[in-house]
């Protein structure tokens, strides 16, 4: 999965392309051109161009009000933060793609694609030559040390990765390193080569001979045991807590990326990147400094853009119609849906409340709920995706080599007869803008379902995150649509850190019954290999909602298990019919970079996926 940080609600930080905006911004976007006019100005990604040039600093918009306030790759759940530049300062084992059809770019990889034993239980996997920023070898041993601190990290709390799926990686998994530049990995039960390689797209490296100790100028300890990696854990967390010292404290400067921490604001959340002098591997690092700025609104991320200060960001929908005067001011604009995101409107099959839990287990209200979402009307409208989106209908979002077997076509396509039929047809009693109540209780044909009284409405409450604007916009247009079949939804506008911190069953269940949906923005699976594993499966540590379906669990068995891929394209299509969430469309990320800045082609398309690599980046003449 691509959504890397080290708790649940990484996988949202990650995938967030999100910006904060009120709806009037959204409606009002501003310019000269229609939004019609620039829909299709942004779809082809500019060549890399000019000479290149040594030196300059490259300035680039965080994404509005996800500001950075840990620095050690693997934050526990409590710490409730993002994580500073973990790509550009310590890389994964295994570098992700950010391209749909493939999950790591080995290019860019600390190690070898893994060779696998006939049995799959088995993985060599050779390092490459990259370099520590004290000039000592990137070796297996690191990476053994990594996953002891990793492991140590879940002995604490399930709650402390969110990737984890108790039982699967990384239980099971023995890593050894018979050399310095070989890594085996003995595991217990075979995984599916693609799913663990996605897997180990998240396993960060960290420095075992600098980092593997308890305390400040304290003994090197020996991480294999189990007692001294919890220590050693305990000790860099508590390190990283200490915001006003990431830029000063050792530890940090042990990094095997192409760039070190310069400076920190601990206010802001704004810091600074300047070259590894020691990194070895792809890339010319020739800018002398990257400049990651905080902003808490994507009006003021647009300013900074016109002003002339940003070098590189992201533009929100809402101001589509500002593409063009961008582009005469000297900006590329580039944009398209990211590969394996989708973005769900999240069910709670665990909300009693109003008995939402055996409303919503009924496979017809889930579908006559989808047949109210306007994926091609909200597309087009200008108070919701001004034209900067994509349809999807699927788990595995657009373009991915593991499609649903409906392809493109909607198997629940906007359709409020079809919607009501539904309800109709299944024992209720419709009454368009009043409240439609269950009129045939009972378990039988044409009847309400399992434990829905006679009078039962439908009513339920929305938790909208309040940023970015077209989450809002989509919403009160879902709720519109619903009122209009006599189902209330309550739009309640919450904080994306209010979302985080307190709605989500798999951990908060004290709360499971404060919410029945959620709508929080985007969410990404991995690259190359969209399973969806600890997100739907029973007891996945991502099941926000509790959703529980034992074929849909075989299946994600089946494509994290078996030795057949193809069998991801069954898992997607069952899901995608069985409805564990709702599908809006696909917002295009809309990428915008200084035309003074250049680079392969690639390093630019990864930023649909918030993948930095600046290392590929120069200044042209």
């Known amino acids: 999965m691509t959504h890397v940080s080290g708790k649940p609600r990484g996988r949202r930080l990650a995938a967030l392309a999100g910006v904060i905006a009120v709806l009037a911004t959204a409606c009002s976007g501003g310019g000269s051109s229609s939004a019609k006019d620039v829909q299709g100005s942004y779809k082809t990604l500019p060549k890399e161009s000019g000479k290149p040039k040594d030196g300059g600093t490259a300035t680039v918009a965080l994404t509005p009000g996800l500001s950075p306030n840990y620095i050690y790759p693997y934050p526990p759940a409590s710490a409730n933060g993002t994580v500073i530049a973990r790509g550009q300062m310590w890389r994964s084992l295994y570098r992700p793609s950010g391209e749909g059809n493939q999950i790591a770019d080995t290019k860019l990889s600390l190690a070898e694609a893994p060779a696998y034993s006939a049995d799959r239980k088995t993985a060599t996997i050779r390092m490459k030559d990259f370099t520590w920023s004290n000039g000592r070898p990137v070796t297996a041993h690191d990476v053994v040390f990594s996953l002891a601190l990793l492991k140590a990290s879940l002995k604490e709390s399930p709650a402390n990765w969110s990737f984890y799926t108790p039982g699967q990686?990384?239980?099971?998994?023995?890593?050894?390193?018979?050399?310095?530049?070989?890594?085996?990995?003995?595991?217990?039960?075979?995984?599916?080569?693609?799913?663990?390689?996605?897997?180990?797209?998240?396993?960060?490296?960290?420095?075992?001979?600098?980092?593997?100790?308890?305390?400040?100028?304290?003994?090197?300890?020996?991480?294999?045991?189990?007692?001294?990696?919890?220590?050693?854990?305990?000790?860099?967390?508590?390190?990283?807590?200490?915001?006003?010292?990431?830029?000063?404290?050792?530890?940090?400067?042990?990094?095997?990326?192409?760039?070190?921490?310069?400076?920190?604001?601990?206010?802001?959340?704004?810091?600074?990147?300047?070259?590894?002098?020691?990194?070895?591997?792809?890339?010319?690092?020739?800018?002398?400094?990257?400049d990651f700025k905080s902003f808490t609104s994507a009006a003021a991320v647009l300013n900074q853009f016109k002003a002339g200060n940003l070098t590189v960001g992201t533009l929100d929908s809402s101001f589509i119609t500002q593409i063009d005067a961008l582009k005469k001011q000297g900006y590329h604009v580039y944009g398209a849906p990211a590969p394996a995101r989708f973005d769900p409107l999240v069910l709670n099959f665990e909300n009693t409340t109003g008995n939402f839990d055996k409303i919503i287990a009924r496979p017809y209200v889930r579908q006559a709920l989808q047949h109210l979402i306007d994926q091609q009307g909200y597309i087009k409208s200008r108070g919701v995706y001004n034209g900067a989106a994509s349809p999807n209908y699927s788990t595995a979002g657009n373009g991915s080599p593991y499609p649903p077997e409906f392809g493109d076509k909607a198997p629940y396509p906007y359709d409020p007869a079809a919607a009501k039929k539904l309800l109709t047809d299944n024992g209720w009693k419709v009454v368009p803008d009043g409240a439609t109540t269950c009129e045939r209780p009972g378990t039988g044909a044409g009847q309400c379902g399992a434990g829905i009284p006679k009078g039962q409405t439908i009513d339920f409450p929305l938790a909208s995150a309040n940023t970015p604007a077209f989450v809002g916009a989509r919403d009160i247009a879902f709720a519109s649509a619903a009122k209009k079949l006599g189902v209330k939804v309550t739009i309640v506008s919450k904080s994306l850190n209010y979302l985080?911190?307190?709605?989500?069953?798999?951990?908060?269940?004290?709360?499971?019954?404060?919410?029945?949906?959620?709508?929080?923005?985007?969410?990404?699976?991995?690259?190359?290999?969209?399973?969806?594993?600890?997100?739907?499966?029973?007891?996945?540590?991502?099941?926000?909602?509790?959703?529980?379906?034992?074929?849909?669990?075989?299946?994600?068995?089946?494509?994290?298990?078996?030795?057949d891929s193809k069998v991801l394209s069954a898992e997607v299509t069952s899901l995608s019919k069985d409805l564990p969430v709702l599908f809006f469309p696909t917002p295009h990320t809309l990428v915008v970079w200084k035309n003074t800045l250049s680079g392969p082609p690639a390093s630019f398309n990864s930023l649909l996926s918030f993948l930095y690599t600046p290392e590929q980046w120069y200044f042209r003449d």
């Open 169 to 290: 990686f990384p239980d099971g998994v023995t890593a050894k390193a018979p050399a310095a530049d070989t890594l085996t990995l003995q595991l217990e039960t075979a995984y599916n080569p693609s799913y663990l390689l996605s897997m180990l797209t998240l396993l960060y490296v960290m420095p075992s001979e600098e980092w593997s100790i308890a305390s400040t100028g304290g003994p090197r300890l020996d991480y294999a045991k189990p007692e001294n990696a919890k220590a050693i854990y305990k000790y860099l967390t508590k390190q990283s807590e200490s915001q006003s010292t990431f830029a000063s404290n050792p530890l940090w400067q042990v990094v095997n990326g192409p760039y070190r921490l310069k400076s920190f604001d601990p206010t802001t959340g704004s810091f600074s990147l300047v070259p590894n002098k020691s990194y070895n591997g792809p890339g010319d690092s020739r800018l002398d400094q990257v």
């Open 500 to 563: 985080y911190t307190n709605y989500g069953n798999s951990f908060a269940p004290a709360n499971k019954d404060k919410w029945a949906t959620q709508d929080y923005g985007p969410l990404y699976l991995a690259a190359g290999y969209p399973s969806s594993n600890t997100v739907f499966n029973k007891g996945g540590s991502f099941n926000l909602g509790g959703y529980q379906n034992a074929e849909v669990d075989k299946l994600i068995n089946g494509s994290t298990f078996g030795a």
